[in-house]
């Protein structure tokens, strides 16, 4: 009976080894990728500015027409802007479970200026110089038999994050063209708003409810990790953000005639946000880190994470990073107080010889799951009153500059909240399963991400948990000029998403 018992434990660890013979080529998810090209360029090449509805609607219709093509049924679900697009397709299996998956399609304002290419949206390939430098070579090197992994695809939003747009849609292709069909539903949410908060989008979510109904939601977006192997992120940070203005004089005042007796706000605003951390980077606001702990078991699960802090680093241009936590894992765990930007008067060859009117400082706070922002913008705000500052949410009137020394306009506002879900969760395993068997090795598993993405709506209003599928390279210049894509990681993540759907579902 115990020989027995072996044989077949041996043999259930053998059957459940994939069968090279069965797995496709390498050379396959090229071949897809090469084929898919065409139509990515077609979708870069759409301006994808939420500011501007009408090249948010041609992107609409282009997705529309190309999920009904691969067997989708689609639907506009209409906020008060743009609309968000539901596409589904049902597995023949009508007990099947349900995945939602989040795809964003807009992408940051482009300054062509900037670029080192004619249009951001016109996209083109590039290799590495000996030298280091980015340089064009013809596209139609990309139908060649060889291809070279470490060509690069520049246009505005390759990475970020239509790039996994046209991914999921070339691995749709895949199974396609096998005749194979998924073991579970598929309901495709796009967003068109993402990048600039995507306000209209919790609303949606109550508001379509029922449409949107899942049992997990994958999200494809964001960079693998810096090492560049299969992960899974299976939380981010939410955030919200803060507007500071500091007043000085009505008008910008001579420094010659003033500058020794008006209060500079410049200066005071750059003290008030001094006051605010320490020189490690910790904010010193009390309070501020309360409520989080982590415990030995949730900190063996941050070192497993194969950081290496000299690269990141050197790749930062940086001596070292702050010392909000020992580990840069570990400081992705605790609410940030990040200024994002500082404007006063002029600089470069504008520069004036003034004492400036007014100085303004854009403030984003990443929030972790344990953190309310409502009280983290209410420590800010009351430090802010704490520092001799009489606070408003709009412009002071005359009689208030004569009867406030110190005057702050702050705003704020809270665009989504942190989530975070359980590695062996049915998701987690799930796509821990998927992509060991696309890479054979287990993929890094990352329990929060830096960033914010808008996923906290889906799963507080629909309760279901949440698993982020990053693909892209970590070094894409995303939100910056000259945003690119590795052609290796794009193939790479059409192999991913592949996977991911021939994966049983139990």
């Known amino acids: 009976m115990r020989l027995l018992s072996i044989h077949i434990f041996v043999l259930s660890i053998i059957t459940s080894i994939p069968s090279f013979s069965q797995l496709p080529s390498e050379q396959i998810f090229t071949d897809y990728a090469q084929k898919s090209l065409p139509q990515l360029k077609e979708l870069l090449a759409i301006p994808n500015d939420a500011h501007y509805h009408d090249d948010i609607e041609i992107n609409v219709r282009w997705c529309e027409e190309h999920f009904r093509k691969r067997g989708f049924t689609t639907k506009r679900l209409d906020t008060p802007a743009v609309p968000l697009l539901l596409a589904e397709r049902q597995s023949s299996n009508k007990n099947a479970r349900t995945v939602l998956i989040y795809l964003q399609v807009d992408g940051q304002p482009v300054d062509s200026s900037f670029w080192s290419q004619d249009n951001p949206y016109h996209a083109v390939l590039k290799e590495r110089s000996p030298d280091g430098d980015w340089q064009i070579i013809d596209w139609g090197l990309l139908y ?39 073991n579970f539903h598929m309901k495709v949410i796009m967003d068109f708003e ?177 953190s309310d922002p409502d009280r983290l913008i209410s420590l800010i705000r009351n430090h802010i009153i704490d520092q001799g500052y009489h606070v408003l949410d709009r412009t002071p009137t005359t009689r208030e500059r004569a009867q406030y020394s110190r005057i702050c306009q702050f705003n704020s506002a809270t665009n989504y909240l942190a989530f975070r879900t359980d590695f062996d969760s049915d998701i987690g395993i799930w796509l821990d399963k998927a992509l060991t068997k696309a890479f054979q090795e287990t993929p890094i598993k990352q329990r929060t991400s830096g960033g914010s993405i808008p996923i906290s709506p889906f799963v507080n209003e629909l309760g279901i948990p949440a698993v982020t599928v990053p693909t892209v390279n970590r070094d894409n210049n995303q939100h910056s000029p000259n945003e690119n894509i590795r052609l290796g990681n794009y193939i790479d993540g059409i192999k991913t998403i592949y996977y991911i759907l021939k994966e049983p579902l139990d």
Do not use: C
Request: glycine share 8%; aromatic share 8%; hydrophobic share 35%.
């Open 144 to 182: 060649e038999e060889e291809i070279d992994p470490e060509w690069r695809i520049f246009a505005r939003s390759t990475s970020d994050s239509k790039g996994a747009v046209n991914m999921f849609l070339t691995a749709i292709d895949m199974i396609g063209d096998e005749g194979f069909d998924p």
């Open 194 to 370: 993402e990048e600039i908060g995507s306000p209209n989008l919790p609303a949606a979510v109550q508001q379509f409810k029922k449409e949107l109904s899942s049992e997990m939601l994958v999200i494809f977006d964001g960079p693998r990790h810096i090492q560049n192997k299969p992960t899974l992120t299976f939380g981010a940070r939410g955030i919200s953000t803060i507007t500071l203005k500091v007043f000085g004089p009505y008008f910008p005042q001579h420094s010659g005639h003033y500058g020794n007796y008006i209060p500079n706000p410049a200066v005071r605003l750059a003290q008030l946000i001094a006051s605010m951390k320490d020189e490690d980077g910790r904010v010193t606001i009390p309070g501020y880190y309360d409520g989080i702990h982590l415990s030995e078991e949730v900190k063996a699960i941050l070192r497993a994470v194969p950081d290496d802090e000299r690269e990141i680093n050197f790749k930062m241009g940086i001596a070292k990073g702050d010392n909000v936590a020992p580990t840069y894992q570990e400081s992705l765990q605790y609410p940030s107080l990040n200024v994002r930007g500082m404007l006063s008067g002029w600089v470069g060859d504008e520069k004036r010889t003034i004492v400036p009117s007014s100085a303004t400082a854009e403030i984003d706070v990443r929030l972790v799951l344990e």
